[in-house]
């Protein structure tokens, strides 16, 4: 089972930007399906977005779409998401997950979680 870690969360103001990574460790993600997801206070955790095993295909939830980058380097099991344009919208503990199944913005995860980050956008 692969263990993730995730980092780079902080509080921010509206506009800011910030680049979270997911560091895993145990084993190679370089052939999983890798995801970010997100829960705000007294909400559902949500899918945010997903990125192949080549880097080739991404999937963005649509209050994300154009302000959000998933990316990977598998050479350093590491995975991705520079968030842009910042809202208060976007506080929320985001969750790296790994062994994503689904598709556009319908997605399981039968692997791993981390422990999450969180992430707090002042107005």
């Known amino acids: 089972q692969v263990q993730l870690v995730e980092s780079g969360g902080g509080v921010v103001q509206a506009g800011d930007s910030l680049r979270l990574s997911c560091a895993a460790s145990g084993r190679t993600i370089s052939w999983s399906r890798m995801g970010w997801f997100r829960q705000a206070p007294g909400k559902e955790r949500e899918f945010v977005a997903a990125i192949s095993w080549t880097g080739d295909n991404k999937h963005y939830a649509d209050s994300v779409k154009g302000r959000f980058t998933i990316s990977r380097d598998n050479a350093k099991n590491t995975v991705y998401l520079q968030m842009n344009s910042l809202k208060p919208e976007d506080t929320a503990v985001y969750y790296c997950?790994?062994?994503?199944?689904?598709?556009?913005?319908?997605?399981?995860?039968?692997?791993?979680w981390g422990q999450g980050t969180q992430v707090t956008v002042s107005s």
């Open positions: 997950a790994a062994d994503l199944t689904g598709y556009g913005t319908r997605w399981s995860v039968g692997g791993s």
